[in-house]
Structure formats: structure tokens, C-alpha cells
């Protein structure tokens, strides 16, 4: 009952609405740092392709307000997230339209392939994409290959990114993903930019998955500083 109570199409839009109204008053009430912006202007703005880890996506969409705000090449720019098609990712989609994010529905799992093309259109447009490459189900912090081939097709370096708040809440799930807490600093973190080989975009993993490591312990550093 419970269930078909939450997938009717009513539900699931107070759900996005409420999940909405929680991303503004973190975003209003937290004291937001940006660290590495130097990194995404070496890469002259757009186009770019910024990865987060799964557990950091409460905070991708602030923290792409928040490069927009530092970086005058993507102010004002939406940016395309890789979401599941799943009823959760309908609900991610609506609640971030806000901030300058739209949402591809595909994942690793189903629609894939169709969802990495659609993002190769974006960028070869001139857009920006956002990847969380251990989603939607795991394992944690292992970057699937699409991240990888995304980069390699269009000729793009990746640009890791984590972030972290003083005052959050971890979940149980799978990738104990971060719930960050009102009235709080929050710091979002972009490493250096990571070129993937065009013929062999495999090799670059075990790079994208340290710098990914990286940018979240720089940014959980930051906070508890």
C-alpha cells in the first residue's frame, strides 16, 4: 500500500518538491568554498566533463552552482547529469532543475551506451557533463569504464571532483552516500584535469578513481579544518 502510495505521480511530486526546498536551504545556509577552480579554467570553461562520486550527489548539484559563480566561462550554462531511469532518478531530475542541472536518464545497468551518447552530443555541443562513474548501484568508488570512453571520444580531460560539509549525515546504503545538514561550511573540491588516451581509454581508471579519492578526502580535510 505504502509503495503504490509513494509511486503515484502526486507523491512523487511533493517528494521532488520537499527534496527541492532541502537542497535550497542547504545551499542558502551554508558557507560554501570552492577549491581547484584554477583546474576547470586551464581547461578553458567549456567543454568539460566533471565527475563526482555517488555518495557526493546530494552536493554535485551546489557545487556546480557554486563553478558557476567562480568560473565566468560556465555562469549561467546547464549542465547534463547522468541519472538512473529509475522512479529515484525522476525525482533527481526535478529536484535539481533549479541549480542549472537537467538530467539524461540511463546508467551503467540499463540504457547505458544511449545515455554516454547523449552526453557525447552535449559536449560536442560546446555543454558540460556530470558523472557519478560508480552509479547507480556500485561498487563504491570503482569507476566504471563509461567515464573513461565518454573522454576518450571527446577528446576531453576529466575533471575529478569531491565534496564534503562540517555538519552531514552518512546513509546506510550502499555508497553511504553524504546528507549534509543546514548551517554548516561545505567545500567542493576539483583536481587536476586527467587526459585519457583515445586508444586505450581503459588506462586511465586507476587515475580517474585516485583523483575522485582524492578531491572527497581534500574536501572532508577542508571541513574538519
Not at 44 to 54: Q, Y
Not at 120 to 143: K, N
Request: one cysteine or more.
Amino acid at each position: 500500500m505504502l509503495k503504490r502510495l509513494i509511486r503515484h505521480p502526486a507523491a512523487q511530486a511533493l517528494l521532488a518538491w520537499l527534496i527541492g526546498l532541502y537542497l535550497r536551504l542547504i545551499w542558502a545556509t551554508t558557507r560554501w568554498q570552492l577549491e581547484g577552480a584554477e583546474h576547470a579554467k586551464v581547461t578553458c570553461g567549456v567543454p568539460m566533463i566533471l565527475a563526482f562520486w555517488h555518495e557526493c550527489l546530494p552536493m554535485a548539484a551546489q557545487g556546480w552552482r557554486l563553478m558557476g559563480q567562480h568560473i565566468p566561462a560556465v555562469s549561467g550554462l546547464r549542465a547534463q547529469a547522468l541519472i538512473s531511469r529509475h522512479r529515484d532518478g525522476r525525482l533527481i531530475a526535478r529536484a535539481v532543475a533549479p541549480f542549472d542541472v537537467e538530467v539524461v536518464r540511463a546508467s551503467s545497468s540499463k540504457g547505458g551506451a544511449a545515455g554516454l551518447r547523449q552526453l557525447l552530443r552535449v559536449l560536442e555541443g560546446g555543454g558540460v557533463a556530470v558523472i557519478t562513474p560508480d552509479g547507480p548501484r556500485g561498487p563504491a568508488r570503482e569507476a566504471a569504464p563509461g567515464i573513461a570512453q565518454l573522454a576518450a571520444l571527446a577528446g576531453l580531460p576529466v575533471l575529478a571532483c569531491g565534496a564534503a560539509s562540517s555538519r552531514m549525515r552518512r546513509a546506510r546504503s550502499w555508497d553511504r552516500m553524504r546528507f549534509p545538514l543546514p548551517f554548516a561550511r561545505a567545500v567542493v573540491v576539483i583536481e587536476a584535469p586527467i587526459t585519457v588516451p583515445r586508444d586505450d581509454p581503459a588506462s586511465a581508471l586507476p587515475a580517474i578513481t585516485a583523483a575522485l579519492n582524492r578531491a572527497t578526502e581534500r574536501a572532508d580535510q577542508a571541513v574538519a579544518r
